[in-house]
C-alpha cells in the first residue's frame, strides 16, 4: 500500500511551484533549466527530481492548481452572491474584486498561463485550455446577468475579453505597493463599467 503524502510534501512543492513560476518569467519558461530552479530554491537538482520528473510537470502542475483556482474563485463568488443576497450587478463586482486580489499574489503564475500552456503536451494543454475557457463563460454569465441590455450573441464574446483585458494584463504594470493598489484599480475597472454599461447606453 502507497505511504500518504504528508502535509510538508504538499508544502514544499508549492514552494517549488513559486520558485519555478518565478524563473519562468524571469528568463522565460524554454530557457529555464531544473538547474536554474534548483538553485534558485537552494536545494540540488537531484532533490528537485524527488518532487517532480521534470521540468514540464513542475509547469502542469503550476498551471493546473493555478486554474483550479480561478474556478474556485467563480464558485466562491457565486456563493457570495447568494449568502449576501447580492443583485447580479454587485455580484459581478464582487467578482472582479475577487480575481484581482488572487491576481496581486500570483503574478507570476499568471504569467505562465499567458505565456507558457502551449509548451504542454496536448492532453494536458487541451485540459488548462478547457478551464481557461470556463472561466471566460463564467464571466459572460456574469456579465450578461449584470448588464442583460449590452450583451447580445454577437458581442458578448468581445465584451467578456474586453472586462479580461482590463484585469488579465495588471502583472505588467500594477504593482503591489505602489501608487495605486490592486483594490483601488477594482474600483476603476468597476466603475468604467457602470459608466460604459449602464442604464443609459443603448443597446446596439
Not at 519562468?24 to 530557457?31: E, G, Q, T
Not at 521540468?55 to 467563480?74: G, H, N, P, S
Request: glycine share 4%; proline share 2%; aromatic share 10%.
Amino acid at each position: 500500500m502507497a505511504r500518504p503524502k504528508s502535509a510538508a510534501h504538499d508544502l514544499r512543492r508549492e514552494a517549488i511551484l513559486d520558485i519555478a513560476a518565478q524563473c519562468f518569467a524571469d528568463s522565460s519558461y524554454p530557457a529555464a533549466s531544473m538547474n536554474d530552479i534548483a538553485q534558485a530554491g537552494g536545494t540540488s537538482k537531484a532533490r528537485l527530481y524527488h518532487y517532480y520528473e521534470s521540468k514540464e510537470a513542475i509547469l502542469f502542475d503550476l498551471l493546473d492548481r493555478y486554474t483550479q483556482r480561478l474556478l474556485a474563485l467563480i464558485g466562491e463568488g457565486e456563493a457570495a452572491a447568494q449568502r449576501h443576497n447580492l443583485d447580479d450587478r454587485a455580484a459581478l463586482h464582487e467578482l472582479i474584486r475577487r480575481f484581482l486580489r488572487e491576481y496581486e499574489t500570483s503574478a507570476t503564475r499568471h504569467v505562465a498561463l499567458l505565456h507558457d500552456t502551449k509548451f504542454l503536451g496536448e492532453t494536458q494543454r487541451l485540459l488548462i485550455v478547457e478551464r481557461q475557457r470556463n472561466v471566460v463563460a463564467a464571466f459572460t454569465r456574469f456579465i450578461k446577468r449584470a448588464y442583460p441590455h449590452r450583451l447580445n450573441e454577437q458581442n458578448q464574446t468581445a465584451v467578456t475579453m474586453m472586462v479580461f483585458g482590463m484585469i488579465n494584463w495588471t502583472f505588467t504594470w500594477l504593482r503591489p505597493g505602489g501608487s495605486m493598489s490592486y483594490a483601488a484599480f477594482a474600483d476603476e475597472v468597476i466603475r468604467t463599467l457602470d459608466s460604459g454599461f449602464g442604464d443609459s447606453v443603448s443597446a446596439p
